[in-house]
């Protein structure tokens, strides 16, 4: 496999329910992302993950958990979700560069096909 | 605040040329990105511009004035597979992504 995987393509779960979306990069990248895609809305940003460490959190509330135990693999676990959780769910990865602590990102990221989330 | 804007959604014809706009307003600037993305795909990318002028990439291109705050992404021979949603996003000084909501481009025959 190449690129970046999700998996699932699709989840529907209740308001009460525990779920995972995993996400898998094959392209050997360094940092990994979690984004929220609502419909005619731009992308939010959710969390970063670079060399396995979190460095962002974008007011994200707790329901939303991310786990990254490796540099290829990141997990977003859900609970108690609320309906207006409900939208596409974007994982992607990209190579930072950098040095002296400084990160720089301003290289191409590449997406997953996402998982479409429903909560009811 | 930071702001990213372009169209909703533009319609054109096959064959045709489109031009889709992005204007923006961001803390700093580190690049732009172009990015397409059909129904129910990953979006992929198109162009980055981190310097003023015009990038060539086939049928597409992509264009950015800094001073201006102001890009767009220009489609020629149009077709129909060019239906998508087209994504502008500006890193800003803390290398942060700044994304536009996206603009729906429509093909027709």
């Known amino acids: 496999e190449t690129g970046v995987t999700q998996t699932p393509r699709h989840l529907v779960m209740g308001m009460t329910n525990k779920k995972s979306l995993k996400c898998e990069q094959h392209?050997?990248?360094?940092?990994m992302y979690w984004y929220k895609q609502s419909a005619k809305k731009p992308l939010e940003l959710m969390f970063v993950?670079?060399?396995?460490?979190?460095?962002e959190n974008n007011s994200v509330p707790s329901r939303f958990s991310p786990e990254c135990p490796n540099s290829s693999h990141l997990f977003l676990h859900l609970h108690t979700l609320q309906p207006e959780d409900s939208a596409l769910y974007l994982c992607?990865?990209?190579?930072?560069?950098?040095?002296?602590?400084?990160?720089?990102?301003?290289?191409?990221?590449?997406f997953g096909q996402g998982t479409r989330l429903t909560v009811v | 605040g930071q702001n990213i804007d372009q169209p909703t959604e533009m319609t054109a014809t096959e064959g045709a040329i489109v031009q889709i706009n992005c204007t923006y307003q961001?803390?700093?600037?580190?690049?732009l990105f172009w990015y397409q993305q059909h129904a129910g795909e990953a979006p992929t990318f198109l162009s980055y511009?981190?310097l003023d002028g015009l990038e060539e990439k086939g049928r597409f291109s992509s264009f950015l004035s800094r001073s201006k705050g102001y890009s767009y992404l220009l489609l020629k021979e149009l077709q129909m597979k060019d239906s998508a949603s087209y994504l502008c996003?500006?890193?800003?000084?803390?290398?942060?992504?700044?994304w536009g909501a996206g603009t729906k481009l429509i093909i027709k025959p």
């Open positions: 992607a990865s990209s190579q930072e560069w950098g040095s002296e602590g400084v990160v720089r990102r301003n290289t191409e990221a590449f």
């Open positions: 392209l050997g990248h360094n940092a």
């Open positions: 993950y670079s060399l396995e460490e979190r460095v």
């Open positions: 961001t803390s700093g600037f580190n690049g």
């Open positions: 511009n981190v």
């Open positions: 996003a500006v890193m800003d000084s803390n290398y942060q992504l700044i």
